[in-house]
């Protein structure tokens, strides 16, 4: 599983961790070295004691002549015994503790005898403890100068990267004018990585261009035959109509209505959001839901269903008209489709609306899909896209309002619109009364 570690401090630890391994073989190179050393110049001198001893004075029936830190031991001379405690010792150099005194033992064999010379070795311990104490002092400086070092070279390191995730958070990326990044590198690593985010930001460019491009141009496009349409469906209707003929005018009149507010629709969220043409806030809640109500009312009557209207104390603040409008018409139709008995509710909160029916509800694992484009519910109604929540979503998202959709304990669905936001959250509203 790939480290969650800061790069930096990734570079940090592998940085320390190489020079505690470097160091600390090296550190244990001098303590071989120097157990090796002491081993082999002490046997050398023992040894060469130990035969003058032998050559020049016990041959000659002399007592050793050895200073006061050395003692001779033989096997064959009662008064020169060896002690019970060096008996058995290997031949050639031993290294023995006697109570806390360090001894160096040379044992040397001669036509079946034994000899021995046993020296003792404070001072070259002493010493030898020291050289170790400056060995270890060494390595945790050598450990902490690589750690201050590291924290140095990790930043520098980490600079030009620190620097380009702080162009890419902070630059308006989507601005066409704004400056590419790679320039501003020498081509290494960083510079690649400048060059590649270039590359992939100039393709999301152009295709965020083409996709506003597509949606400005066919919803002007559309315009004329809309406006043709609306002014045919005005001459037919002053024409004398049978009953059936004019419900179907009707439909298309409506229809067409539709596809006009749809149409508007589009092209401002086409627009960029901080575009100073789009137009201002002009119309409050209440006449934006009284207008949706009247249109949507009598289809929902006319289904069969009671449709309630209510007004809670909504606010008097002004919104887009032909956004708040898509919103309401697009929950409502939602309703429309998906109740097949018993009531709608249009409810105007404080900053907010809410849509209940008593429809077949919505699976809780289904309350963030359902918002994403083409995406219907289980109880599928007409030949629908599944675009219309996920249009609502949208505008909710560029005007910075809340959208929350639940199930009513008595079965049915509510679907909540908070357009009131404070610092870009969506405020939260009291609950609805059931």
Request: hydrophobic share 40%; charged share 20%; proline share 5%.
């Given at each position: 599983?790939?480290?969650?570690?800061?790069?930096?401090?990734?570079?940090?630890?592998?940085?320390?961790?190489?020079?505690?391994?470097v160091s600390g073989l090296f550190?244990?190179?001098?303590?071989?070295?120097?157990?090796?050393?002491?081993?082999?110049?002490?046997?050398?001198?023992?040894?060469?004691?130990?035969?003058?001893?032998?050559?020049?004075?016990?041959?000659?029936?002399?007592?050793?002549?050895?200073?006061?830190?050395?003692?001779?031991?033989?096997?064959?001379?009662?008064?020169?015994?060896?002690?019970?405690?060096?008996?058995?010792?290997?031949?050639?150099?031993?290294?023995?503790?006697?109570?806390?005194?360090?001894?160096?033992?040379?044992?040397?064999?001669?036509?079946?005898?034994?000899?021995?010379?046993?020296?003792?070795?404070?001072?070259?311990?002493?010493?030898?403890?020291?050289?170790?104490?400056?060995?270890?002092?060494?390595?945790?400086?050598?450990?902490?100068?690589?750690?201050?070092?590291?924290?140095?070279?990790?930043?520098?390191?980490?600079?030009?990267?620190?620097?380009?995730?702080?162009?890419?958070?902070?630059?308006?990326?989507?601005?066409?004018?704004?400056?590419?990044?790679?320039?501003?590198?020498?081509?290494?690593?960083?510079?690649?990585?400048?060059?590649?985010?270039?590359?992939?930001?100039?393709?999301?460019?152009?295709?965020?261009?083409?996709?506003?491009?597509?949606?400005?141009?066919?919803?002007?496009?559309?315009?004329?035959?809309?406006?043709?349409?609306?002014?045919?469906?005005?001459?037919?209707?002053?024409?004398?109509?049978?009953?059936?003929?004019?419900?179907?005018?009707?439909?298309?009149?409506?229809?067409?209505?539709?596809?006009?507010?749809?149409?508007?629709?589009?092209?401002?969220?086409?627009?960029?959001?901080?575009?100073?043409?789009?137009?201002?806030?002009?119309?409050?809640?209440?006449?934006?839901?009284?207008?949706?109500?009247?249109?949507?009312?009598?289809?929902?009557?006319?289904?069969?269903?009671?449709?309630?209207?209510?007004?809670?104390?909504?606010?008097?603040?002004?919104?887009?008209?032909?956004?708040?409008?898509?919103?309401?018409?697009?929950?409502?139709?939602?309703?429309?489709?998906?109740?097949?008995?018993?009531?709608?509710?249009?409810?105007?909160?404080?900053?907010?609306?809410?849509?209940?029916?008593?429809?077949?509800?919505?699976?809780?694992?289904?309350?963030?899909?359902?918002?994403?484009?083409?995406?219907?519910?289980?109880?599928?109604?007409?030949?629908?896209?599944?675009?219309?929540?996920?249009?609502?979503?949208?505008?909710?998202?560029?005007?910075?309002?809340?959208?929350?959709?639940?199930?009513?304990?008595?079965g049915g669905t509510c679907f909540?619109?908070?357009?009131?936001?404070?610092?870009?959250?969506?405020?939260?509203?009291?609950?609805?009364?059931?």
């Amino acid at each position: 599983m790939a480290s969650k570690q800061p790069f930096a401090r990734r570079i940090l630890i592998a940085f320390v961790l190489m020079t505690t391994l470097v160091s600390g073989l090296f550190s244990l190179s001098i303590v071989a070295v120097v157990h090796f050393i002491e081993e082999h110049l002490v046997s050398q001198e023992l040894s060469r004691e130990l035969n003058e001893v032998l050559h020049a004075d016990i041959s000659q029936g002399r007592p050793p002549r050895l200073d006061s830190a050395t003692r001779f031991f033989a096997s064959d001379l009662a008064d020169y015994a060896i002690p019970e405690q060096f008996a058995g010792l290997s031949l050639g150099f031993n290294e023995v503790m006697e109570g806390d005194q360090a001894l160096y033992v040379y044992t040397h064999e001669l036509n079946g005898r034994t000899y021995m010379l046993v020296q003792q070795q404070e001072e070259f311990e002493a010493r030898e403890q020291a050289l170790f104490d400056v060995v270890l002092a060494g390595f945790l400086l050598t450990v902490i100068a690589a750690w201050a070092l590291g924290v140095i070279m990790a930043r520098k390191v980490m600079e030009p990267i620190t620097r380009l995730a702080r162009q890419v958070r902070h630059r308006d990326q989507l601005n066409p004018l704004a400056p590419a990044l790679a320039p501003e590198y020498p081509d290494d690593e960083v510079g690649q990585l400048a060059d590649a985010f270039d590359s992939t930001l100039g393709q999301l460019r152009q295709s965020l261009e083409r996709e506003r491009l597509f949606t400005s141009d066919v919803s002007h496009e559309l315009r004329t035959p809309l406006m043709v349409i609306a002014s045919s469906c005005e001459l037919l209707a002053e024409s004398s109509l049978g009953p059936r003929e004019r419900d179907q005018l009707q439909r298309i009149s409506r229809a067409s209505e539709e596809m006009r507010e749809l149409v508007q629709t589009f092209l401002q969220l086409a627009r960029d959001k901080a575009n100073a043409g789009a137009p201002p806030p002009s119309s409050s809640l209440v006449s934006i839901a009284s207008e949706q109500a009247n249109r949507w009312g009598p289809l929902l009557r006319d289904k069969g269903l009671d449709f309630q209207f209510i007004n809670e104390g909504a606010d008097a603040e002004l919104y887009n008209p032909t956004l708040l409008s898509t919103v309401v018409s697009n929950l409502l139709r939602n309703a429309l489709h998906y109740t097949e008995q018993g009531f709608v509710r249009l409810v105007l909160e404080p900053a907010g609306l809410r849509v209940e029916d008593s429809g077949s509800g919505i699976p809780l694992e289904q309350h963030e899909s359902i918002f994403q484009p083409f995406v219907r519910g289980t109880q599928t109604r007409g030949e629908g896209l599944g675009l219309g929540l996920s249009l609502v979503k949208r505008i909710c998202t560029r005007q910075g309002w809340g959208i929350t959709v639940s199930n009513l304990p008595a079965g049915g669905t509510c679907f909540r619109v908070v357009l009131t936001t404070d610092k870009g959250h969506p405020q939260s509203l009291r609950q609805p009364t059931r």
